[in-house]
T-cell receptor, first 114, second 116 residues
């Protein structure tokens, strides 16, 4: 069974700082990868997803993530964060071609100071 | 266009009781998935319903059961509640069966269950 690790549980940044949140998964086969965000008081929503093709994926609100197969990683990045990026971020993996059982990481809480 | 709705928003039960949570999918969606999110953890997949049948199931005991109705809405039932069942229960809807992993899931606001 696959597993997902998000190494940073809490991140605190100032506005305009660059962001990188780590996500590593354990699964030897083909995977579909996702980043979700949950803003305070709001529903969990999709930021971006990777299925195949260009390993650099661009999502909403200026976020991007890079799939590095050799490192089993799918790190989330944003060059300049804003106060409104304060939220909980979750990485998720689905093993492609197998049973549909998505596995989520435990999440990273990001606080951006204005 | 209504998104995914869940009811109730909060619920308090005691150990041993049974609970039913409800979910209405986003308009046009026919697939419903349920997740349990414990405090400080990511969502854990419970099961998925499509065409009124359970299609996939995560590592949850039989105390967790569900149902999908012809209008695609769904219920999650938990019997013999344990303290450890206290969590946020999320419903997500999408279009297509479990093999359609390319379909984006839309999540509801969740039902927060507290078991005393």
């Amino acid at each position: 069974a696959q597993s997902v690790s998000q190494h940073n549980h809490h991140v605190i940044l100032s506005e305009a700082a660059s962001l990188e949140l780590g996500c590593n998964y354990s699964y030897g086969g083909t995977v579909n990868l996702f980043w979700y965000v949950q803003y305070p008081g709001q529903h969990l929503q999709l930021l971006l997803k990777y299925f195949s093709g260009d390993p650099l994926v661009k999502g909403i609100k200026g976020f991007e993530a890079e799939f590095i197969k050799s490192k089993f990683s799918f790190n989330l990045r944003k060059p300049s964060v804003q106060w409104s990026d304060t939220a909980e971020y979750f990485c998720a993996v689905i093993a492609s071609g197998g049973s549909y059982i998505p596995t989520f990481g435990r999440g990273t809480s990001l606080i951006v100071h204005p | 266009d209504a998104g995914v709705t869940q009811s109730p928003t909060h619920l308090i039960k005691t150990r041993g009781q049974q609970v039913t949570l409800r979910c209405s999918p986003k308009s046009g969606h026919d697939t419903v998935s349920w997740y349990q999110q414990a405090l400080g953890q990511g969502p854990q997949f419970i099961f998925q319903y499509y065409e009124e049948e359970e299609r996939q199931r995560g590592n949850f005991p039989d105390r967790f059961s569900g149902h999908q109705f012809p209008n695609y809405s769904s219920e999650l039932n938990v019997n013999a509640l344990l303290l450890g069942d206290s969590a946020l229960y999320l419903c997500a809807s999408s279009l297509g069966p479990s093999s359609g992993t390319r379909e984006t899931q839309y999540f509801g606001p969740g039902t927060r269950l507290l078991v005393l």
